[in-house]
């Protein structure tokens, strides 16, 4: 078959030009100046769902277009197209019949007479919906692999936070502070002891907001998503407390941290249209398990780091205390020689048969004496060994006047010492103790504040009474004991710093408090340069 000339397929064109502007393959409209709509073609018609009738002479092109589309049009697309005659590839949203949104593209031009006055606008719409769906897809892909990312990299800085070698709870504050920094308004962790709920971390963007606790959540043992909580609506306390507090939506996951206690992790989101997805889920999934598995290697590490510290410990404790009985028996041998020494030679000199009765006496009481020393020495050692046997010193409670124990503590004290003792006290203070061990408690620290303090300084001893109790306070001038000595000072065999140079056996304070506690009664210590040193003891009147 012959085919056709150019003239023919020219008259072909000329003769269906009409059915082809109205069946082409893209949609034409004419509008007057104002935009009233005065011919549009059978394309355009069909996308819209209209009759020809209820268009042309009856709408507007504006009334062709979505919502969105519209504001564009006046505020854009027709200022521009009377100052620039024509505009190109202009993406709008048509609305058609049933409400469904067409996206086009639109090329317009002016038309005007030979005055320049605009007579008409001719303009041609392309459908790109196809194009939009693949620029939706992309777009949605695009985001997802942002995302992915994004989370890949928060996972990342998750687990170098949950690794470094510190408490967990400051891990988890910081962990908090970057949940809220990536993919929700508010990150709570809590954890339950028993019926005490303590919240270990919580990092809130909207401060207002006070955040519910797990008594809430821990329903939940496998964990929990509310996509939307406005389909939850009248569905429990938790969920009405939610509502209240106009999140929009939430999810938790319980954790396991330090091997043994329960922790649920709680994350919200507020605001309209906002909401957590199973992806999200996912990753809230994934977090908690970095939890878990960093808190327990944490947890067998400071473990370890515990043990070493404590066999450490053990050893120095164990050396320090083989240290103190080397020097205990190095003492205690010293320190009984002497009186055996002495009472030694009292019986050889009692062994000579030319002495006068006299002088058998005053031999005979120098060596009881000596034997009376070591008496005190050995139940001195028998109460410490009481002591550190965790048991109480026995008693031998008789009534008695604490002032004549503080004035015999005196004597005994002046002989040696001279007068350098004050009293301040009632002129009796009765009551039922063991004057043996109060004794014991005066001379021992009177002998320390002598012994220690300023040694031209007065000691000085009070006494008061209340109806329950007696307060016995022992004071002296002189060099402080350093605070951090105070918690050891009562501790058998510890001397502390400023003794090293002194004699005894380090015993004395710890007797001192063991006799105190025996009566149902405390001591403390209070030590500065200005105020000296002061030994307060409490007693109840028996």
């Not at 090293?500 to 009566?519: N, R």
Request: with cysteine; charged share 30%.
């Amino acid at each position: 078959m012959k085919e056709p000339s150019l003239d023919e397929l020219k008259r072909i064109i000329k003769n269906h030009t009409e059915q082809w502007y109205d069946e082409a393959p893209c949609g034409f409209l004419f509008t007057d100046p104002n935009g009233g709509i005065i011919r549009i073609n059978k394309t355009l018609i069909n996308w819209l769902g209209h009759e020809r009738s209820d268009i042309e002479g009856h709408k507007h092109f504006i009334d062709l277009l979505h919502i969105g589309s519209k504001i564009y049009y006046e505020t854009h697309f027709a200022p521009l197209l009377k100052m620039q005659g024509a505009l190109t590839e202009v993406t709008l949203d048509l609305k058609s019949k049933s409400g469904k949104r067409v996206p086009v593209l639109i090329n317009t031009i002016e038309k005007r007479d030979n005055q320049g006055k605009t007579l008409l606008y001719a303009s041609t719409f392309f459908d790109i919906s196809d194009r939009r769906s693949y620029e939706r897809e992309l777009l949605e892909s695009r985001n997802k692999n942002k995302k992915l990312a994004q989370r890949a990299l928060f996972l990342a800085k998750a687990s170098d936070k949950l690794r470094q070698s510190r408490p967990i709870t400051e891990s988890l504050q910081e962990l908090a502070s970057l949940a809220t920094e990536q993919f929700c308004d508010a990150f709570v962790i809590d954890t339950m002891d028993k019926s005490n709920i303590h919240r270990l971390a919580e990092s809130n963007t909207y401060k207002d907001k006070v955040l519910p606790s797990l008594n809430l959540f821990n329903n939940f043992s496998s964990g929990l998503l509310i996509e939307d909580i406005e389909t939850k609506k009248n569905i429990g306390s938790m969920f009405e407390c939610l509502q209240e507090m106009e999140v929009s939506s939430f999810m938790a996951y319980p954790v396991t941290i330090d091997s043994n206690s329960k922790a649920f992790i709680s994350c919200f989101l507020f605001g309209i249209g906002k909401h957590f997805n199973q992806e999200d889920f996912l990753l809230l999934q994934e977090l908690g398990k970095k939890i878990e598995d960093e808190s327990e290697k944490q947890s067998l590490r400071i473990q370890k780091e515990q043990d070493l510290i404590r066999k450490e410990k053990l050893l120095d404790e164990l050396q320090a205390e083989k240290e103190i009985r080397e020097r205990f028996v190095a003492t205690l041998s010293h320190d009984l020689r002497s009186p055996l020494y002495a009472t030694s030679l009292s019986i050889e000199l009692l062994k000579q048969k030319d002495l006068k009765e006299c002088e058998q006496e005053d031999i005979a009481e120098r060596a009881l004496a000596s034997l009376g020393r070591i008496d005190n020495m050995l139940e001195g050692l028998l109460d410490a060994n009481t002591l550190i046997a965790g048991q109480s010193l026995p008693l031998n409670l008789t009534k008695f006047d604490m002032v004549k124990s503080v004035h015999k503590a005196f004597s005994s004290m002046s002989s040696i010492h001279g007068d350098r003792f004050k009293l301040n006290s009632p002129k009796s203070v009765c009551g039922q103790w063991d004057e043996g061990k109060i004794l014991r408690i005066l001379e021992n620290l009177l002998s320390n504040a002598i012994k220690y303090g300023d040694k031209e300084a007065v000691v000085t001893v009070q006494l008061e009474q209340s109806q329950s109790e007696v307060i016995l306070s022992v004071h002296n001038q002189g060099n402080p004991i350093p605070e951090k000595e105070w918690d050891n000072l009562f501790k058998p065999y510890h001397r502390a710093g400023r003794d090293e140079h002194k004699k005894g056996w380090g015993l004395g304070l710890s007797l001192v408090k063991g006799a105190v506690e025996a009566h149902k009664g405390s001591i403390s210590v209070d030590s500065s340069k200005a105020e000296g040193t002061t030994f307060k003891i409490k007693l109840p009147l028996c």
